[in-house]
């Protein structure tokens, strides 16, 4: 089969499951190969793929195996740990032979996580990722690849990222043209944010979105906040509004689905993608639909 | 004694503790009264109010015991509870025996933590609160009192609070005059926000800043995200810089201490309080003085 990566066909309801992609998080105990093929078998268009599941087989394995079953790979994950003072040639290089992975795989997004808070100087962690961004761009564009800030929920502003919101991501974007640096619209780290249909518009009108995400917020949620994701309708997440703020931006990429929830990695994946195809389909798909 | 509710004195490091407020969430086990004695005796200005310990004893002799040791009520905890579809009638009945119970213990400042959502429409939620805070603001202007529109950190934002920035709640505010309608600056709840230095200065140009509460956000967090709080010094704020920020927006009024903590809650209330006073002088208090 022909690679399809890139190729973004519009939303349909007739064809439901060509945009969506499996994000091998959901699927946790699954190696790369069996995500690729439960997400194959089930129909699906995409898969978006993390960097531990591809180490294990290599890039170049990795990206014939999702070849041969003709899907997409939507995104990798991740790039970043951008924000400590001292290891700053280390994350460079990494970062580097993440870029250079995702040009192997076949996908323009790369998944910026930036870290967390090495110390109390919130500014100056902030202000690292800025200019350690400024260091990485250059390489990513020369390969096609687009660093895709994604803003993760405040409280993992400590330890996991120091950007917290969409509006602060695109203002980190903004010195870069926009296949070099966009932002992910996950969600369950941004739907509570009061200025969000702004912020989605905003992402939008400059070409920058480089990936919607969906799963659901917890409500109570886990003992462990990172844990607190929920299959779409298990939470309290509009998508139908969230959805129709994407679709309005003129997003027509993929949809993500990355779940972090214990329950759901000790589920038989067949029965976790049979799920998610009947959630989205039900309850994220038809805002998407023009 | 005299009451001395509703001055404000300059901070003062050679009087470090008169802006000092004991919140009575801070030491739970404790009466109003034991609070209020464990305060005036620690030699602090002021006491923050929770309605559960002011209701066992009622709103008149509560406040006696208050102006009998000499002490400001810096606020009262708590109205709100405003986005239930159902029972409005019953949210305003309580919120306006809030606002009368404030005028009796001498404060200005009622606390409002308005309620997270009844269902998955967040803007709907969103909307009550607005028209319920245009029903109750007459009431409170006649009295004298302020609603402290109390934005808490986004991760409450479906169980207990749909105000998640400080933006939201001057925006929300932005009808009323700067007496009747106020906002709470919580570092445990805004330190991450990349646009909060804007938002204090704008809080403070308007002349809305209800109350400063200082606390700080542990990392790891907790198993129960509302017990995450810790003693300033004990997490990841920055009390200098926002301190800083609070100072520049003229704010100088008493400052808080509210922790919801198991270990706090579980030590002796005196050594808590000498704690608190320790980590006031050395980290807070520095940047507050002009």
Chains 1, 2 share one sequence.
């Not at 509006?167 to 941004?190: C, K, N, R, S, W």
């Not at 309290?236 to 003129?250: L, N, P, Q, S």
Request: net charge negative; aromatic share 6%.
């Amino acid at each position: 089969m022909t690679s399809v990566a890139a190729q973004h066909l519009p939303f349909d309801l007739d064809d439901p499951y060509r945009s969506l992609s499996l994000n091998t998080a959901t699927t946790k105990r699954w190696t790369l190969a069996e995500a690729v093929d439960g997400a194959a078998r089930a129909g699906l268009g995409a898969i978006g793929l993390w960097r531990d599941r591809v180490d294990e087989i290599g890039a170049d394995t990795a990206a014939k195996i999702v070849r041969d079953a003709g899907l997409r790979v939507s995104s990798l994950c991740r790039g970043g740990f951008l924000t400590q003072p001292d290891d700053r040639q280390t994350a460079l290089d990494d970062n580097r032979r993440a870029i250079d992975d995702a040009a192997t795989l076949g996908t323009q997004e790369l998944v910026m996580v930036v870290g967390g808070m090495p110390d109390r100087k919130l500014a100056a962690a902030r202000a690292r990722v800025d200019e350690r961004l400024a260091q990485l761009a250059p390489y990513a564009a020369e390969r096609g690849i687009r660093l895709a800030l994604e803003p993760l929920h405040p409280m993992f502003c400590a330890d996991r990222a120091v950007i917290s919101t969409l509006a602060q991501a695109l203002t980190m974007a903004q010195p870069y043209p926009a296949e070099t640096v966009g932002v992910v619209v996950d969600t369950f780290h941004i739907w509570w944010d009061p200025a969000l249909e702004a912020q989605i518009a905003e992402a939008g009108a400059a070409g920058r979105i480089s990936s919607y995400q969906v799963c659901d917020w917890l409500n109570p949620m886990t003992a462990d906040p990172l844990l607190s994701r929920g299959m779409m309708g298990d939470g309290v997440i509009d998508f139908t509004t969230i959805g129709r703020w994407v679709r309005a931006a003129g997003y027509r990429g993929d949809v993500e689905v990355e779940i972090f929830n214990a329950d759901i990695w000790a589920g038989d994946g067949r029965e976790v993608i049979e799920t998610m195809k009947q959630r989205y389909r039900d309850l994220v798909l038809p805002a998407l639909v023009g």
